[in-house]
């Protein structure tokens, strides 16, 4: 997710650890309505977060750093008001993706993981998304002028970042079925150091 935002040129996602923190706490609190519920709360919350900020970002043109901690911000402060500060103790089991393995030999999470990677990397290499994305890293500016539909594009690439945070949250919720805004600690550094060892550049496009 962090890999889409610093490839269209907007740097880092600041608010990934706190959409993550956010999505442990709505896992945790729709568990008992059944896991495919849970996993759906966090969804949609991901995608309502990265729409936000992505709007913010494409459509207003606020700088993305500025943006991503004021988000953060503010989604701690939810998180803090529903939780009250305190782990909220999922009533549902949530075995079967926190420690389940396929085939009893893989461990559910990491093919979740390689489907979710196989799939970015398709949509980023093969698809006319991808080559939008990587064209306004370059020069927004010109990707303007040729006919990208620059805020559009960007709103979807925020869209992938919040998703790709809040299913990550809903990964680390299922491991005890419970959350509390401490369990994504050092996210955003962590997908930093991620996107920085894939050899993806700060300056956005490749």
Avoid: C
Wanted: charged share 10%; no cysteine.
């Amino acid at each position: 997710g962090m890999a889409f935002i610093t490839l269209s040129g907007n740097l880092f996602m600041l608010s990934m650890a706190a959409t993550a923190a956010l999505s442990t706490i709505v896992f945790a609190s729709t568990l008992h309505f059944g896991l495919p519920v849970a996993l759906l709360s966090v969804s949609v919350l991901g995608i309502v977060i990265g729409s936000i900020q992505g709007l913010v970002v494409g459509a207003a043109r606020v700088n993305p750093i500025i943006a991503t901690i004021a988000v953060a911000s503010i989604v701690m402060g939810i998180g803090s008001y529903v939780s009250g500060g305190m782990t909220v103790i999922g009533k549902g089991d949530a075995s079967w993706l926190g420690i389940g393995k396929f085939a009893s030999l893989v461990p559910n999470q990491l093919v979740i993981f390689l489907a979710f990677a196989i799939a970015a990397n398709y949509w980023v290499e093969r698809t006319r998304f991808g080559r939008e994305l990587r064209l306004i890293g370059l020069n927004p500016i010109t990707a303007a002028y040729s006919g990208i539909r620059v805020p559009r594009t960007l709103v979807i690439a925020f869209v992938v970042a919040g998703f790709s945070a809040a299913l990550a949250g809903g990964l680390f919720a299922s491991q005890a079925s419970q959350g509390n805004l401490k369990m994504a600690a050092g996210l955003d550094f962590d997908a930093i150091a991620a996107v920085l060892v894939a050899g993806i550049s700060i300056r956005g496009g490749q």
